[in-house]
């Protein structure tokens, strides 16, 4: 018999809490069993979307965690303290499923890693592009070895920005006063595009490339008038075997899942025997090879049964006791964040410096 999983939903921060708990509400063996943040208001929209009755709701998580006793704890707190709740919700035991980016820093990353090191309790930061079949074909194709080894990896992501858009993608048209308010603009919180969608990129590109470490990164970022991060960053990572080219973009004409905007969000693989282009939500990935140097359109594959969103494969993955792997791993996340810390050091230094280690 399948084990019947119990999950919580802490801090409401990031808008991708109501897209993780619609998940678990549609797995077969799951339960939302509390939601938790501060805010009342905060939880307003999930607790009516989801039907929750008020004996499920918590504004403190000590109570939450001590009355319900979840398997498993979604957190989505601002990136600045993923640190801190991962260290507050860790001793109850629960599997931590961390939504994006890693954290603020590599400091807070290994903070979050020792939290559940000796313990059996998994740590997973959720990368939502993961799950785009596209992005999951060409991993697969990369395994099976059809373009050779990894060269370069070049990469452009973004959308108009994190307040145009809410749970189950509601759309909003924020002000400048609205940025300024918003956890997302603020840099002490750890906002910017460059930590949101550097992350995507460099976390992805080290799991097409195989693990590969850069020697050193440069970065380049701009803000427009009146906020105070970057929304748009452009990266350039030197590997031992080459270059590759991160850049994050919020203020895209378009929203990528609506229509893809120019230039287009995703990435394009360059290996030793050949390319593969993989933007985001499209049906075919484009390959080119030694034997098709023209190229081809490949259609995408289904996602595996069971692992088909960040919740359902997390949970197949404990419940068959299998190791988290990939993106969701905090051994890959680590490189991206490495790569992420390094190039906000570049930027604050306008230079090249070598990837930062600790």
């Known amino acids: 018999m399948k084990k019947n999983w119990r999950i919580a939903g ?27 943040d501060e805010s009342q208001d905060a939880m307003r929209e999930a607790i009516g979307a989801l039907s929750l009755s008020d004996d499920l709701v918590f504004n403190d998580f000590r109570r939450c965690m001590e009355s319900t006793t979840p398997d498993l704890v979604i957190l989505c707190p601002p990136t600045g303290e993923h640190a801190q709740w991962t260290e507050s919700i860790a001793p109850y035991g629960a599997h931590l499923f961390v939504e994006k980016p890693f954290a603020a820093s ?80 603020k840099q002490e919180s750890g906002g910017g595009s460059l930590r949101d969608y550097l992350g995507y990129g460099v976390t992805l590109g080290t799991w097409f490339n195989g693990g590969q470490k850069p020697i050193d990164v440069t970065s380049v970022a701009a803000s427009a008038s ?63 090879t030694s034997q098709h140097p023209e190229g081809y359109d490949h259609p995408v594959m289904d996602l595996p049964v069971g692992e088909k969103n960040g919740i359902e494969y997390v949970l197949t993955r404990l419940g068959d006791h299998l190791p988290i792997e990939g993106p969701l791993s905090p051994a890959i996340s680590r490189i ?23």
């Not at 108009?160 to 609205?178: C, F, M, N």
Request: proline share 4%; charged share 25%; glycine share 8%.
């Open 106 to 185: 590599l400091e807070d990353a290994d903070r979050m890693i020792a939290a559940v090191k000796e313990s059996e309790q998994q740590l997973i930061i959720n990368w939502p592009a993961r799950w785009d079949r596209s992005h999951y074909t060409t991993s697969r194709l990369i395994a099976d070895g059809l373009i050779g080894d990894v060269l370069e990896v070049h990469y452009h992501g973004g959308n108009r920005g994190p307040l145009y858009h809410g749970a189950d993608k509601v759309e909003y048209r924020p002000t400048i006063k609205d940025k300024q308010e918003s956890w997302w603009y």
């Open 336 to 358: 991206g964040q490495q790569i992420i810390e390094t190039a906000i050091r570049s930027i604050n230094e306008g230079r090249p410096v070598p990837l930062v280690e600790n």
């Open 10 to 36: 802490v801090n409401f921060s990031h808008m991708h809490m109501g897209d993780l708990l619609r998940c678990v509400e549609n797995h077969a063996n799951a339960e939302i069993v509390a939601i938790c």
């Open 226 to 288: 009146g906020v105070e991060v970057d929304e748009h960053s452009i990266t350039i990572a030197r590997y031992a075997n080459g270059l590759s080219k991160f850049e994050t973009r919020w203020g895209t004409f378009t929203d990528p899942w609506v229509h893809q905007p120019q230039p287009k969000c995703g990435f394009v693989i360059c290996g030793s025997k050949g390319t593969i282009a993989s933007y985001d939500y499209e049906s075919t990935v484009r390959v080119q």
